[in-house]
C-alpha cells in the first residue's frame, strides 16, 4: 500500500515563504508523476504544480514565478517551494503521485494517490 506523508503547512504572513514536503512510501518501484493540488473553501481541487520523472514542470498561471517543485527520485519525495504568498494562496494544499509498487501479492500494480492534505494560511 502505497502512502503519502506531506508536511511543512503552516501561517504565514504576505509576502512570506513555505516551504511543502511530501514523501511516498510502500514498495514503490517507479513514480511517473509527482504533484501538488490545492482547495480553497468553496472551490475545486486544482492543480498546482507537477513534475515527471524526467523532471518536467508544469504550474498554475497564478502561481508562475513563485512557487518552484522540485523532486528527490532517491527519496520518492516532492518539494513546493512557496515564495511571496498571497492570502488567495490559502487552501489545504494535497500531494499526489502515480506510478506502480509491489502488492502484498508480490505483483506489480498500478497506483494514483494522494496525501491527506497539509493546510496553507496566508494572512495579509
Known amino acids: 500500500q502505497v502512502q503519502l506523508v506531506e508536511s511543512g503547512g503552516g501561517l504565514v504572513q504576505a509576502g512570506g515563504s513555505l516551504r511543502l514536503s511530501c514523501a511516498a512510501s510502500g514498495g514503490i518501484f517507479n513514480i511517473n508523476v509527482m504533484g501538488w493540488h490545492r482547495q480553497a473553501p468553496g472551490k475545486q481541487r486544482e492543480l498546482v504544480a507537477a513534475i515527471t520523472t524526467g523532471g518536467s514542470t508544469t504550474y498554475a498561471d497564478s502561481v508562475k514565478g513563485r512557487f518552484t517543485i522540485s523532486r528527490d527520485a532517491a527519496k520518492n519525495t516532492v518539494y513546493l517551494q512557496m515564495n511571496s504568498l498571497k492570502p488567495e494562496d490559502t487552501a489545504v494544499y494535497y500531494c499526489?503521485?502515480?506510478?506502480?509498487?509491489?502488492?502484498?501479492?508480490?505483483?506489480?500494480?498500478?497506483?494514483?494517490?494522494w496525501g491527506q492534505g497539509t493546510q496553507v494560511t496566508v494572512s495579509s
Open positions: 499526489n503521485a502515480d506510478g506502480s509498487y509491489r502488492s502484498s501479492s508480490g505483483y506489480r500494480r498500478a497506483f494514483d494517490q
